[in-house]
């Protein structure tokens, strides 16, 4: 746990949360700023700022305890939503999943997705360096 990260506090109780469900290893609760009513938030109670820094045994508990969630919420379109860095929109640098329900076209996420064109060579050198990073 980070004495400064505002998460870890919540975790803690220092910081009142609206809690959804809480496991040994997971938190859930309502985001205090939704985009769309039954926004919810799932973190792990390790603390870790991105995503592949979460040890396995956080992890294994993370989703599951977010389907449970999403099940709950009853919203028959939402976002699942993770972010990792500055860049990537991460404004609390402690692992989170946003489950975000998309009720109508002006509630919930609105989403940009700027496609980007690779030529088949692009494709086959980063295809490369994945698969030989994962080895």
């Known amino acids: 746990m980070s004495a400064t990260c505002l998460f870890c506090k919540i975790v803690k109780g220092t910081i009142p949360s609206r809690k959804i469900i809480e496991t040994e290893k997971t938190l859930a609760f309502l985001d205090i700023e939704p985009l769309a009513k039954g926004h919810a938030l799932v973190i792990p109670k390790e603390h870790a700022?991105?995503?592949?820094?979460?040890?396995?045994?956080?992890?294994?508990?993370?989703?599951?305890t977010a389907k449970k969630v999403a099940l709950a919420l009853g919203a028959p379109n939402y976002n699942l939503l993770q972010n990792?860095?500055?860049?990537?929109?991460?404004?609390?640098?402690?692992?989170?999943?946003?489950?975000?329900?998309?009720?109508?076209?002006?509630?919930?996420?609105?989403?940009?997705?700027?496609?980007?064109?690779?030529?088949?060579?692009?494709?086959?050198?980063?295809?490369?360096?994945?698969?030989?990073?994962?080895?």
Not at 49 to 64: K, R, V
Not at 105 to 115: K, Y
């Open 49 to 64: 700022e991105f995503f592949h820094q979460l040890s396995d045994e956080s992890l294994s508990d993370l989703l599951p």
């Open 84 to 135: 990792n860095g500055q860049l990537a929109h991460q404004v609390v640098p402690h692992v989170h999943f946003h489950i975000i329900p998309k009720p109508d076209t002006v509630q919930g996420l609105g989403i940009s997705w700027p496609v980007q064109k690779f030529g088949e060579q692009e494709f086959e050198e980063t295809l490369k360096d994945i698969r030989a990073k994962l080895s």
